[in-house]
């Protein structure tokens, strides 16, 4: 299918006006198909014209324009042609759409707890053409009349209220004017749980199986939602128009949530089944405040075209952790973004596909979504808040209601944005916003300092930034020092040229540590002076300051990404500052870094059992000391389980003996033991299925196929593989998990002759699976076998000139990941 281009968008919305949509969809066809019956209604400006209507049907049924039947047959590439279009217009298709099973469309998923399905609507970005006949781009928005036929037993829910009026017979409420993508049904014996907020209904929904963690964790889910309603209200000024408001848990979702206005959806595994760390829960407080913050941005004011989806997601990205912060007991929100996102957003630009936050062209729908990831999100949201730094607070949320006010129901841009702060400011954004918003990659901040007899004779903060691709940014942040755990010195500044003296030091006492950004204001690769990275084994746990911890463990990452700091020595400070880390969101990203990424890419296969024992250990040790149920607790026992080498441990462990307290129900947990005795070949497939009946779920599916993937078996392997890759049936989940199984081996002999059909057998599943859910299969089965070889493979398929988007985009990220360990492996070799 081709894909929506830019000019095109332009021109139809230049034509068209969509004055409303009426959509039936009959879900009681079975399991494969649905009867999708679209009535629109539009004006044309110029009668006479002629455009199209998208349409991803499995087939056609009847056509007809202003009641003239038209050929089904012409549908061609996903477009239906209209020709002489009148001033009003209206078409009605009725068509047979098939369900998806790569969570694009109208996902349908079986429970394996019970058989029974459930379906639901992910339209984002360009899929809604496969659920109903649309003019699929963001600024053509209407109100949606929507009715539903479904199974009886079945619960409907959708943009806008629903009620029942027959058996199997719902009728969703008149919505707002909404842009296409945003239109969702979920349909299925859901399960609910009700209650209501300053005159908002809400509801919380989930499949039948999970109804226990469902009750659990709804007063939690209710209570964040409450607060972030009164929390908005009060900031945009703007009461939430949606009507009621509906989080409807899913599975098989891609993404972590999605924003349709009056019925967000959610990747279920946020109802956690098991026992849960803090950051975890705070995790899904983001993704609940994220999501809410769109009904204003984003669903109220939308994008004009996908190239200003940054400003959606900066947008909510920033708005969800000051909620956070500001109005729940999530106050440390911004040290779990350094953390978590940041990181994130930090590996994005180390790949050579960084680009601008915004400003980046996008010529077609499908290539804006290839620009969105951890740079649209966390980079966007350090931005905003080094604009907030600019202009000042109240200046920055008077444009933004300003913004919010005008665009209401329509359609907004980066300029009218920033036109909006700059009317409230009265500052002039232009070199600002090329310096932060249209330019790639990011400087590099450090502090020099001049010592005599320990004390501090100069401090000047430099910026550099990268030689191919200059910029001047101005940095707001600030650098703080200590020694024994005691702050010696901080000191806020604003850098604008390449150095600034930091006289505030002067005369201070030279510090053990000296952390630059050490509150995390501001977006940049933080080099750490050679005696600080060495005195962080003896000192990083003493620092009583959460955030600069996180700072500095995300400047050890970007080092050992960079080869500049050695898998070694990130070990070192592992061993002696982790166990003792008071942050959960540090405690449990860093030993989870260690394991799935410092370990597997940097520390070569034949030292890699040494460096799991020493996680190993750490996780132990902490295990040992620490109280029974907390997050300490639960941080340590995953990482031991999924790091150590005694096998009675895990084997009793894997059959409920000896559980640490807390987790003795708990199948998530079990789950890694078993992936971790399955991987070193301790027990088998008979073993597998035998856990997998104890724990007969969707979850528990997913990990059986991820642990039978991660034998170091060469039938086995050969299986995975031919399910992987092969047109088995495989939904978008369970490829990932048999990816994330299968490279997981003793040796690279058992999985070497993999590499090659990696590059061919990979790239051709976009014949038959979506590219959101493929670009993320790209990435995870990407090889790691961590050879010149693979290297070379690698770059010769990213030339190929047949990729998809998609593919091509996830190769060059997994590719420049590839070589940062090739990189570090060269230059440091084997940890001690
Ligand atoms: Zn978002």
Redesign the pocket.
Known sequence: MRSLTLVEARERSSLITVTSYAVELDLDRGDEIFGSHTAVRFTCAEPGAASWVDLKARSVEAVSLNGEALDPAAVLDGRLPLTGLQADNELVVASTMAYSHDGQGLHRATDPADDRDYVYGHLFLDAAPSVYACFDQPDLKAPYDVTVRAPLDWVVLGNGAATQSGPGRWTLATTKPLATYFMTVCAGPYVSVSDEHDGIPLGIHARASLREPLERHAPELFDVTKRSFDYFHGLFGIRYPFGEYHQVFVPEFNAG?M?NPGCVTFRDQYLFRGAATRDELLGRANTVA??MS?MWF?DIVTMKWWDDLWL??SF??YMSHRCLVDATDYTDAWVDSSIVRKVWGYGAERSPSTHPVAGVEALDAQSALQNFDGIS?AKGAATLRQLIAYVGDEPFIEGVRAYLTDKSYGNGTLADFLGAIEAASGKDLETWSRAWLLTADRDTISVDVEEQGGVIQSAVARRESPTDRPADRPHAFDVAGWTDGRELGRVTTTITGPETALADLEGTPEPALLVPNASDLTWARVRLSDSTVAALPTQLAQVPDDQARAVVWSALIDGVHGATVSPGAFLDVFDAAWPHETSSSILTRIAAYAEHRIVPWFVPREAQDRALARLSTAGAGLLERSTPGTTESLAAARLVAGTSADATLLRAWADGEGLPAGLEDDGDFRWIVVRNLASRGLIGVPEIEAYHTKDDTLQGSLNALMCRASLPDAEVKAWAWAQLTGQEGRSNYEMVHLARGFWMAPDDDLVVDYVPRYFTDVPAMSEWVGEDALSRVVLVAFPRVFTEETARLSAATIARDDLTPAVHRSLVDADAELREALASRATFGAPV
């Open positions: 949530a924003e994220h999501e769109h984003g959606n997601e909510a990205e999100y």
